[in-house]
Nanobody, 127 residues
């Protein structure tokens, strides 16, 4: 497991942007696929973006395609989520998660597929 710490959340007006960061501990960061999840009150946690250990493969939920961009900087042990054109329905707690994988080109979008989670960062979008 790795220790994950998210930052970058906040209150923003609709149409605005945020950049979330997730810093990971350890020396084998590139061995981990990373995911960004969000959970709104009363709703299930869902994967909004994922990236393979190499950074070469990514996933986006349909609801965020074209607005969210996931990226990673392996030497810095950090994964990012750039969020543009924010909507009120993007309001949620955002979590990053890590999944150690044999392949640096694969990822999962399943909540149960990740074994390390950050504490979450709140994103609130006002209309």
């Amino acid at each position: 497991q790795v220790h994950l710490v998210e930052s970058g959340g906040g209150l923003v007006q609709a149409g605005g942007s945020l950049r979330l960061s997730c810093a990971a501990s350890g020396r084998t960061f590139s061995s981990y696929a990373m995911g960004w999840f969000r959970q709104a009150p009363g709703k299930e946690r869902q994967c909004v973006a994922a990236i393979s250990g190499s950074g070469g493969n990514t996933y986006y939920a349909d609801s965020v395609k074209g607005r969210f961009t996931i990226s990673r900087d392996n030497p810095k042990n950090t994964v990012y989520l750039q969020i543009n054109s924010l909507k009120p329905e993007d309001t949620a707690v955002y979590y990053c998660a890590a999944d150690r994988r044999l392949s640096s080109y694969s990822y999962t979008t399943a909540v149960g597929g990740y074994d390390s989670w950050g504490q979450g960062t709140q994103v609130t979008v006002s209309s």
